[in-house]
């Protein structure tokens, strides 16, 4: 079970996204994924949790907050090759990010945020959750760790260590680390897979630990959902 810091004053789940046709019966939240660091996978996490929860017959959106339209270029490189991607990409402002809560609570929002600036801010306070990958170099967790206090002044939010190799010294420091600081963390890692470094502009197909993140994030939606009606 994930360690986590909540917040009792959480806004409704509420969120507007009409890209799929499922609903998945079950909580929705609105994740933010933000890191100052670039490279750490978060257009990478932002699209593969979107294609896990699509598979699962979930209801999701990827909001493109990054300047660099990482997500937004993924998505037509996919549809370019025929491949059309199973959930919407939407580019985002600052008035998208402000207007995340609309009428529909059975979707859920994924916002693929950018380094820094009023964008960062945007995209965290427009959700319930931020979710802050690292790689798994000790030296990246400075940033990490900086990005999640900045998060928690306002949010929940807890680290992913992605890209990990675990028999390394770097990846065991890694853990250590976030061990010693009691970080919340999420207890799934993301391994280097070449699959997921060959996946960009591609409807991923094999969801491999992502699964378990999603399976993390809905019981985190249902403690937060549970937490307002307290
Ligand atoms: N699990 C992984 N294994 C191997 N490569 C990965 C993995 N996740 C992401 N990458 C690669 O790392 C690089 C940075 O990922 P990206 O999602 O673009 O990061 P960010 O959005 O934080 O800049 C990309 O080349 C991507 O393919
Ligand atoms: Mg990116």
Not at 100 to 107: F, N, P
Not at 126 to 152: G, K, N
Not at 184 to 208: C, H, S, W
């Amino acid at each position: 079970m994930m360690q986590t810091i909540m917040q009792s004053d959480m806004q409704t789940s509420q969120l507007a996204c009409n890209s799929a046709v499922f609903g998945i019966g079950g909580e929705v939240m609105r994740l933010a994924i933000a890191n100052a660091k670039g490279g750490v996978a978060k257009t990478t996490t932002s699209m593969y949790l979107a294609a896990t929860i699509a598979h699962r017959g979930g209801r999701v959106c990827v909001y493109d907050a990054d300047p660099q339209s990482s997500a937004s270029l993924w998505a037509d490189a996919a549809g370019d090759a025929g491949d059309a991607l199973a959930f919407e990409v939407r580019p985002a402002n600052l008035s998208t990010l402000s207007h995340l809560a609309g009428d529909d609570v059975d979707s859920w929002s994924i916002v693929d945020a950018p380094p820094q600036g009023k964008m960062l801010q945007a995209s965290i306070h427009a959700a319930d959750f931020v979710l802050i990958p690292t790689s798994d170099s000790p030296l990246d967790l400075q940033q990490a760790w900086a990005m999640l206090d900045e998060a928690l002044a306002s949010r929940p939010a807890a680290i992913l260590v992605v890209k990990a190799e675990p028999a390394t010294v770097a990846f065991r420091e890694t853990m250590h680390a976030l061990g010693e600081a009691e970080s919340p963390r999420f207890d799934t890692v993301i391994p280097k897979r070449q699959q997921i470094k060959k996946a960009l502009g591609t409807n991923p197909v094999n969801l491999y630990e992502y699964r378990d993140l999603l399976t993390e994030l809905e019981e985190i939606a249902r403690d937060l959902s549970h937490g307002e009606e307290e």
